[in-house]
């Protein structure tokens, strides 16, 4: 049975950090590409950061480049998201994806809310 099982959403102040993680399990987690998307309040699902099934490529939305970090640890089956410097508007669920080719899987969401 395939999991992805997100976790470290809470309730932040702006400029604070958390650090989300992903557990998957069911699936070879190397061969798969990984990423976070998120969805505030009634907007749409977007892509908030990627990573590579090795780790060595990454890419970021404009909107988070130089605050957040992916990365991942293929030996524990987990991927990570280092966020720094949040801003109210980084509110949102926080979604692990983790694709190959056709084939996708999506974890059920993390909290994550920025707020004085």
């Known amino acids: 049975q395939v999991q992805l099982v997100e976790s470290g959403g809470g309730l932040v102040q702006p400029g604070g950090s958390l650090r989300l993680s992903c557990a998957a399990s069911?699936?070879?987690?190397?061969?798969?590409?990984m990423s976070w998307y998120r969805q505030a309040p009634g907007k749409g699902r977007e892509l908030v950061a990627r990573i590579t099934s090795a780790g060595g490529s990454t890419n970021y939305a404009d909107s988070v480049k130089g605050r957040f970090t992916i990365s991942r640890d293929n030996a524990k089956n987990t991927m990570y998201l280092q966020m720094n410097s949040l801003k109210p508007e980084d509110t949102a669920v926080y979604y692990c994806?983790?694709?190959?080719?056709?084939?996708?899987?999506w974890g059920k969401g993390t909290q994550v809310t920025v707020s004085s």
């Open positions: 069911g699936f070879t987690f190397s061969s798969y590409a």
């Open positions: 994806h983790a694709q190959r080719g056709l084939t996708w899987y």
